[in-house]
T-cell receptor, first 114, second 111 residues
């Protein structure tokens, strides 16, 4: 099993540009989570999906952030327009049945907005 | 009530010593308590987890102690090794809910 696959690993973009982060969950997992990690705020849950349906997006910071899961094997997190304060490491994680088993995290995307 | 409070923020232990990281929670609906280990440049990885029907779980050198009445749980790393140097996160979740993470503890094991 290849685990949770995220791309790109690193992204440097200019303020105001659109950024799209991608995630492929583990096959058979039916829950997917997007987290943001910063020194100041630690690991923050942005949004999670169950069976491709967004369940809780209360952690999405503002309307500039959006996430989609068009099918069970792919999800995107989009930031438009990006701002320097969005600089962080973004993790995608998946699990079988949210809350009952541990999550498997990807290696993350380090986003730098200049 | 959704918070999980973790301490200490950082910990330095000599090789062979015992590392202890503590977490506390308020929400009595939490029923799954995992610990994650994160190395630089990597995502957090599940290390060990416990459910509230037991007071202790041991896997190799790693032990979770759980005190349901005090709403506290802790990770003990016995015979700590330099390779254990990482950031450790406790977490908690209610049934069917989302994981709530503690703030993390940066562990450094000195040779």
């Amino acid at each position: 099993d290849a685990g949770v696959i995220q791309s790109p690993r690193h992204e440097v973009t200019e303020m105001g540009q659109e950024v799209t982060l991608r995630c492929k969950p583990i096959s058979g997992h039916n829950s997917l989570f997007w987290y943001r990690q910063t020194m100041m705020r630690g690991l923050e849950l942005l949004i999670y999906f169950n069976n491709n349906v967004p369940i809780d997006d209360s952690g999405m910071p503002e309307d500039r952030f959006s996430a989609k899961m068009p099918n069970a094997s792919f999800s995107t997190l989009k930031i438009q327009p990006s701002e320097p304060r969005d600089s962080a490491v973004y993790f995608c994680a998946s699990s079988f049945t949210a809350g009952r088993y541990g999550y498997t995290f990807g290696s993350g995307t380090r986003l730098t907005v200049v | 009530q959704q918070q999980v409070k973790q301490s200490p923020q950082s910990l330095i232990v000599q090789k062979g010593g015992i590392s202890i990281i503590n977490c506390a929670y308020e929400n009595t609906a939490f029923d799954y308590f995992p610990w994650y280990q994160q190395f630089p440049g990597k995502g957090p990885a599940l290390l060990i987890a416990i459910r509230p029907d037991v007071s202790e779980k041991k896997e190799g050198r790693f032990t979770i102690s759980f005190n349901k009445s005090a709403k506290q749980f802790s990770l003990h790393i016995m015979d700590s090794q330099p390779g254990d140097s990482a950031t450790y996160f406790c977490a908690a979740t209610p049934r069917g809910g989302k994981l709530i993470f503690g703030q993390g503890t940066e562990l450094s094991v000195k040779p």
